[in-house]
């Protein structure tokens, strides 16, 4: 049985029930458990005093999904692994999947396999499903069986498959989870934000998460359909999955649709790649595909190909044959949606506001935009986007409790939302503002410049209608004056924040995951500072957090870190070489273009902590006859 953490009945564990138990499990925010695991937090955290051998015939698997770049990753799950350690059950299999490694398929099937390994060695593995003991015993640890049973059909059985074109959806009569686009504004040109007004059926508050489903790009599914040598509107059905259902009221599908609205065709797996190297004819590309499947995986994930890419450097891969076409499908990943905070107070009648910035991925020679904000930034007035609303946690407490907002870049979307629900509190039903009793909002905004100042005009709103009290701009990089960031603003407002704190307000902050630990240590500090022992600013900072006055919504990184070392590094060297030309240290016969890194040049190095460092070779040309030059060149 697979079911939701909420869905199981802790209680067969104890009743001997349950014996055998597998736990997929993330860590929500900074430790806390997901919201479809409070029952089993609930159940672990009750039985401290409960009899030590209470779950002693219990023998059970955790893999623990997080990223490193937050400050404690994987705890919920060794909290799991403990708390029921205590209670006598056995553990057999303990794994983590770092989100920022990419290898998640391979840290699932590696757990997995040891798992089922354990299990098949049971005297009682009859018991278990057939299809579970068998559907890994004879795959390698690089490739997973595929998702989804497909099987092609000559005619659509589905009257909603009229509608096939990704851009105009959805069906005639749009269902509830579809919004339709009422404006799309540039807010900051220099750093790619803009905000997205959605009108529909909406029930929201400040501080939720409007959850959108991307659509990949029209030509790059039609490129990738060509490549793959099938019409666009063959059609195909899933016999065991609803993957469909929810929009078609079928299991029925085109590959155009599914290739645009469900499938992922950014990310290659090694399941892919494993697949395509049983599936092409040319003895070099088996060659280069065998070894990406074993030692050479670990570097070409960090290239960012996607698989229209990918199968364009290998033509001989042929999907000839609806089973080869199938099995392909089956092994793409879904399309999964993102998460985005609301920037507008549920009281805006049937609208919702966002704010996105379009993000950029890869090194500087394969750079490539976010599937789900390329998206969005490219949406017409009139679209349709299908999205749902996730309720949260991060709400604005009533209106006569002081709060502090701390953010950056678009991690001011939720503060929008308090702002403009704290102005709305504030205005009487004839419009007039009532003061009595409104607690202070000072918001910390940090940004490069004035030119990225996000939605000033309804900043300049609320402060205008008293939502807001206080802005204080952080900028990193405007001219003639000396870098500043949030932790920078905290700080020379020290007092007045520490007042709020004692008052009984609460700070929050939303962004980079970054900015909370930097509050914390610049609170601390400034405390310390102020006369107070490192012992006791702790202490204080401890009882704010144990009393849930500081709220944090954030996320770790998206990007590749090594990608941005190869770019800091190439922006160096041109400058450097630009340098060297300008005083004729170089032949002027030489340009920054010729000398730019190629892929050849780079190799691979093992550094002392053991990984992967990627080097660049570059050669210049130096003039012979001064070896004044040459000792520069060598600086």
Same mark, same amino acid.
């Given at each position: ?17 349950? #014996?055998?138990?597998? !736990? ?51 705890? @919920?799950?060794?909290f ?13 299999? =303990?794994?983590?999947?770092d989100?920022?490694? &990419? ?7 590696? +757990?997995?396999?040891? &798992? ?6 049971? *005297? ?8 579970? #003991? ?53 807010? =900051? ?23 959108? @489903?991307?659509? /990949?790009?029209? *030509? ?23 993957l ?6 079928? /299991? %029925? ?27 092409? #004819? ?27 890419? @990918? ?12 089973? $080869? ?18 920037a ?9 506001? !966002? ?11 394969n ?20 999205? &749902?609303?996730k ?39 004839h ?12 918001? &910390? ?13 309804? +900043?300049?709103?609320?402060?205008? @209608? ?17 870098k ?8 020379? $407002?020290y ?10 307000g609460?700070?929050? =902050? ?22 107070? %022992?490192? =012992?006791?600013a ?6 704010i ?51 730019a ?5 780079? %190799? ?9 460092e ?14 004044k030059?040459k ?5």
């Open positions: 049985k697979v079911c939701s953490a909420n869905e199981f009945d802790m209680n067969s564990l104890t009743l001997e029930k349950t #014996t055998k138990l597998a !736990i997929i499990t993330s860590t929500y925010g900074n430790g806390e458990p997901p919201e479809n695991a409070s029952s089993l937090y609930e159940f672990i955290a009750s039985s401290k005093d409960k009899n030590p051998s209470l779950l002693s015939t219990v023998e059970f698997g955790v893999l623990s999904l997080g990223s490193t770049a937050y400050p404690n990753p994987f705890v @919920f799950g060794k799991v692994e403990q708390g029921l350690q205590k209670l006598g059950a056995k553990l057999i299999a =303990s794994g983590n999947s989100e920022i490694s &990419f290898d998640e398929e391979r840290d699932f099937v590696k +757990w997995y396999t040891n &798992f089922m390994s354990y299990m098949s060695n049971l *005297s009682n593995v009859s018991k278990l499903s057939k299809s579970a #003991t068998e559907e890994f015993s004879d795959v390698p640890l690089d490739i997973v069986v595929p998702r989804f049973n497909l099987k092609f059909t000559e005619k659509s059985s589905s009257a909603n498959l009229r509608s096939d074109n990704p851009q105009n959806y959805p069906p005639s009569n749009a269902p509830s989870n579809f919004l339709q686009v009422e404006s799309l504004k540039l807010e =900051s040109k220099s750093a790619s934000i803009y905000s997205l007004v959605l009108a529909g059926n909406l029930n929201y508050e400040a501080g939720d998460e409007l959850v959108i @489903f991307p659509t /990949n790009p029209s *030509s790059m599914v039609a490129r990738l359909i060509k490549r793959l040598g099938y019409p666009g509107d063959t059609i195909f059905e899933t016999a065991d999955t609803n469909f259902s929810s929009e078609f009221g079928s /299991n %029925t599908c085109t590959l155009r649709l599914a290739l645009s609205r469900f499938l992922s065709i950014h990310t290659i797996t090694p399941s892919l790649v494993k697949f395509f190297s049983l599936r092409t #004819t040319d003895p070099k590309e088996i060659e280069i595909l065998t070894s990406l499947t074993g030692d050479g995986w670990a570097a070409f994930k960090l290239k960012n190909y996607c698989l229209l890419e @990918f199968l364009e450097m290998f033509p001989s891969v042929s999907l000839d044959g609806a089973e $080869n076409l199938a099995i392909f499908l089956g092994i793409l990943p879904p399309l999964v949606p993102r998460y985005y905070s609301v507008s107070s549920g009281e805006n009648s049937g609208k919702i506001r !966002i704010v996105f910035k379009v993000v950029e991925y890869g090194d500087f020679q750079r490539k935009e976010g599937v789900a904000s390329s998206y969005l930034s490219n949406l017409q007035d009139g679209d349709y986007v299908k999205a &749902f609303i309720k949260s946690n991060f709400k604005l407490p009533p209106r006569n409790v002081d709060i502090v907002m701390v953010g950056a870049g678009t991690g001011i979307s939720p503060f929008l939302g308090f702002v403009e629900d704290r102005r709305l509190q504030l205005e009487s039903s419009g007039k503002v009532q003061l009595e009793n409104s607690g202070k909002t000072i918001l &910390f905004y940090g940004s490069r410049s004035e030119d990225d100042f996000v939605c000033q005009d309804l +900043w300049n709103k609320s402060m205008d @209608f008293h939502g807001l009290d206080k802005i204080v701009n952080c900028f990193s990089a405007k001219l003639g004056i000396p500043s960031y949030v932790q920078d603003g905290i700080r020379q $407002n007092s007045q924040v520490k007042k709020i704190l004692d008052n009984g609460i700070i929050f =902050s939303c962004g980079d995951v970054k900015i909370g630990s930097a509050i914390r240590e610049t609170m601390i500090a400034c405390m310390k500072s102020d006369g107070m %022992t490192a =012992s006791a702790m202490t204080y900072w401890d009882k957090v144990s009393e849930r006055r500081f709220r944090r919504s954030e996320w770790g990184l998206v990007e590749d870190p090594e990608a941005d070392v190869r770019r800091a590094r190439l922006a160096r060297w041109r400058r450097s070489v630009k340098t060297l030309i300008a005083f004729g240290i170089i032949g002027r016969g030489h340009r920054t273009e010729d000398i890194l190629d892929p050849s040049s780079q %190799t691979d190095s093992e550094s002392s902590d053991g990984k992967t990627v080097t660049h070779s570059i050669e210049v040309e130096v003039f012979e006859d001064k070896k030059e000792k520069q060149m060598k600086k």
